[in-house]
């Protein structure tokens, strides 16, 4: 179990360094879904302590909204806004992944004077969720559309989602706290798409006006 | 009899190993594009073909230009002397991590010099390109030698490459393997970072470089850049894959040299080449995961 928790915790900091580096907007959602699941799965390999009905439900419902519902409702986002690609971010992408690399060197010099929570396994919890947390917040600042805004924002919500992990024993709410914030995002994504159609309107509108003037 | 079985044994492997490897990605991209695909030792025959042809030299070209190919293929050989292939080196000290490392980076200089002395244009282009995309690969190789070095607590490949036990030894073999893949593609030209079967001037790295060497000068660079891919793949099963029952390490290492070698296939069915300015951005990423990796070890 151990090993386990190990390999998802890389996974995550990797597909956030992912998730820097690439500019097509589908697969940074396919990425976010991937890492939607890694968190879904992580409370099951990170305690040793016996499992929790709680943990359970909580695993379910992480893997079932991360990984399936509000990746959808973005990847329906993108086919109905008909934008591909972030094409020019306001941070190049080699550099923001330069700067990724940097940003984990740091959080784990901010982790090291932070007491880790008895119960854990692994000390690899912290830094990893400090980390998250800031590339989630390095892609919210980065990037100039606004799907690429929310994959940040829901990076660096998985971010903090792992901070909680690490005290979810203590403090139960919080977890619960944090599945609420998800859906306030699903809200948030939602305005977005309506926002978009909106603008859809306005060009079918600009359409029509090319058409009159032929 | 115990040194003559080791230096049989290894001659036989620096022979045949780079043919089988590469044998076996052909016949995986063919079995996944369903044809039947050449002779699995194909390469072998190209060799002992090209070994038998008179060599023809450009005026233009100096000894510079002879030297290349043969500096190349030795620099690979020494190389192979220093890497665990199944079992012990054949010579092991501290800090041969760092010459094995810089074996290749000699086998590039001279491989670069040889193409520059040319004079072609053609050639310079290719140089250039080897040289901008190294020097990202480069770095990454490093970083992830030096994380590996530091949990090993030392700079023998042998003990460098083994399997790990302790604190987030998971974690750092995950990452250091990733990168290791990543510079074993870019350094070997397959398929994301340059297409090792085209030969039109906007794709090729590296195959442009060599355009102008025949016969046995192309023959020991054919042998000299599979013995890198045997030697690089061997690393990344060293540190998955220790003793194995029955086949013992050996058997290992084969089983695992196979395992890579359909592993690049399958990645070279399943992917197109790269745009040349978006193969930058892959190898950093590459450096990303070794710096990561050694980030996990130091603390």
Not at chain 1, 87 to 113: D, K, Q
Not at chain 2, 17 to 25: D, N, Y
Not at chain 2, 82 to 108: I, K, M, T
Not at chain 2, 134 to 142: M, V
Request: hydrophobic share 55%; charged share 10%.
């Amino acid at each position: 179990m151990h090993e386990l928790s190990q390999l998802l915790l890389t996974l995550i900091v990797f597909l956030s360094l992912y998730l820097l580096g690439s500019s097509s907007l589908t697969g940074c959602v396919n990425i976010l879904a991937l890492q939607g699941m890694c968190l879904g799965i992580l409370p099951l390999a990170i305690h040793e302590r016996g499992f929790h009905s709680r943990t359970f439900v909580l695993a379910a419902g992480m893997f079932v909204l991360k990984g399936f519902v509000i990746p959808r409702v973005l990847l329906y986002a993108i086919r109905e806004v008909k934008i591909r690609r972030e094409i020019n971010p306001l941070v190049g992408y080699t550099s923001s992944l330069l700067l990724g690399a940097l940003l984990i060197g740091v959080s784990f010099i901010i982790a090291e004077r932070l007491p880790v929570p008895a119960g854990l396994r692994t000390g690899l919890l912290i830094p990893v969720s400090l980390a998250t947390m800031m590339m989630g917040m390095l892609m919210m600042i980065s990037r100039i559309k606004a799907l690429t805004q929310v994959i940040g924002y829901l990076v660096f919500e998985n971010g903090i989602y792992l901070f909680g992990l690490s005290i979810a024993y203590e403090i139960p709410w919080l977890i619960e706290l944090g599945v609420l914030l998800d859906v306030f995002v699903a809200v948030f994504v939602m305005g977005i798409v309506i926002n978009h159609i909106a603008r859809a309107f306005d060009s079918i509108s600009t359409e029509k006006l090319t058409s009159l003037s032929d | 009899m115990e040194t003559l079985t080791s230096a049989v044994s290894f001659a036989l492997l620096v022979l045949f190993a780079p043919h089988l490897m590469l044998g076996v990605i052909a016949k995986t991209k063919a079995a996944v594009a369903g044809r039947k695909g050449p002779p699995v030792l194909q390469t072998l025959y190209d060799v002992v073909k090209l070994l038998g042809k008179g060599a023809v030299y450009s005026t233009t070209t100096t000894w510079i230009f002879r030297l290349g190919p043969v500096v190349s293929l030795s620099a690979a050989l020494a190389a192979a002397v220093l890497a665990p292939l199944g079992g012990p080196s054949l010579v092991a000290f501290e800090g041969d991590a760092v010459l094995f490392a810089y074996l290749f980076g000699l086998g590039r200089f001279v491989t670069v010099m040889a193409a520059l002395d040319t004079g072609s244009s053609f050639e310079g282009m290719g140089a250039s390109r080897e040289v901008a995309f190294s020097s990202l690969a480069e770095p990454a190789l490093i970083l992830s030698f030096a994380g590996l070095a530091y949990r090993a607590g030392s700079l023998c490949l042998e003990r460098m490459f083994s399997i790990h036990v302790g604190p987030s030894a998971v974690a750092s073999t995950i990452l250091a393997l990733g990168s290791l893949f990543i510079v074993l593609l870019a350094e070997n030209s397959r398929i994301p970072v340059d297409d090792p079967n085209t030969h039109l001037e906007l794709t090729m790295i590296h195959e442009v470089m060599v355009l102008d060497h025949g016969g046995p000068d192309l023959a020991f660079i054919l042998q000299g850049a599979g013995l890198k891919l045997v030697l690089m793949s061997s690393l990344l099963v060293r540190l998955v894959i220790g003793d194995l029952p029955f086949v013992g390490a050996a058997g290992a290492m084969a089983l695992g040299l196979f395992l890579v070698a359909v592993a690049i296939g399958l990645v070279e069915s399943s992917m197109a080449r790269l745009r040349l300015v978006r193969v930058p951005q892959l190898l950093v990423a590459a450096i990303c995961a070794s710096a990561f990796g050694l980030i996990l070890v130091l603390r």
